[in-house]
């Protein structure tokens, strides 16, 4: 489970069939980079066909779970693009955007129930990911945001599709078209996630209680 630079994967006890597995790039808020995305699709892979794993909770190190996408690095990627023969470009980042949509979708088709364990800001790319998990809980003071409309781009990871299935269309839209930050506790009530937890503490060791007996 070596190897990897953004992610990190551990179980706490050796017997257990829970697996932990955190984004790793808490200096960055744990936003999302082209080498993480590649990473998070690899490590489902693995954990997907590992035997020993029976359920994962999937959270973030640091101070949050994810703060979305990396304009820094997605930037210097995109700004290559500008070069290009604009049809030959446009097909580059459909591309682009396609292989990552396929990096959150490896977390759905994982064949082992993922639990999202959030704490902190879950913003843009972080919804993407959240979404695409089969449970999920969060700190009262957690603070969510479909962030992408504020930044004038399409929410185009996931959010979009998977959102309305889990609060409802109309949720779904007042979300998207704000942009809005929402709290934990108002996740709740829009029913994104199941339960809320007063510290990070208590959120890490009632999540691991559910895994234990998923």
């Not at 630079?5 to 790793?24: A, E, M, Y």
């Not at 913003?123 to 003071?141: F, M, S, W």
Request: charged letters at 25%; hydrophobic letters at 40%.
């Amino acid at each position: 489970m070596e190897g990897y630079k953004c992610i990190k994967i551990d179980r706490q006890n050796p017997n257990s069939g829970v697996f932990h597995l955190r984004l790793h790039r808490p200096s960055h808020h744990n936003a999302l980079t082209t080498e993480l995305f590649a990473e998070l699709r690899q490590a489902f892979s693995y954990l997907d066909q590992n035997p020993e794993v029976h359920v994962i909770i999937l959270s973030g190190s640091g101070k949050h779970f994810c703060a979305g996408i990396d304009l820094k690095s997605t930037a210097s990627n995109f700004s290559k693009l500008q070069s290009e023969e604009r049809g030959r470009a446009g097909e580059r980042l459909r591309r682009e955007i396609k292989w990552m949509q396929e990096s959150i979708t490896a977390i759905e088709e994982c064949r082992k129930p993922v639990i999202a364990s959030i704490h902190g800001g879950c913003i843009g790319g972080g919804v993407d990911i959240v979404t695409a998990c089969d449970l999920r809980y969060c700190t009262a003071e957690a603070v969510f945001s479909v962030r992408e409309v504020r930044m004038a781009i399409t929410a185009d990871l996931g959010t979009l599709q998977r959102l309305p299935r889990i609060v409802g269309y109309g949720k779904a839209a007042e979300l998207a078209l704000t942009g809005r930050d929402f709290s934990g506790l108002e996740a709740k009530e829009l029913g994104l996630v199941s339960r809320t937890f007063a510290s990070k503490l208590e959120l890490e060791d009632e999540v691991l209680k559910i895994a234990q007996g998923v």
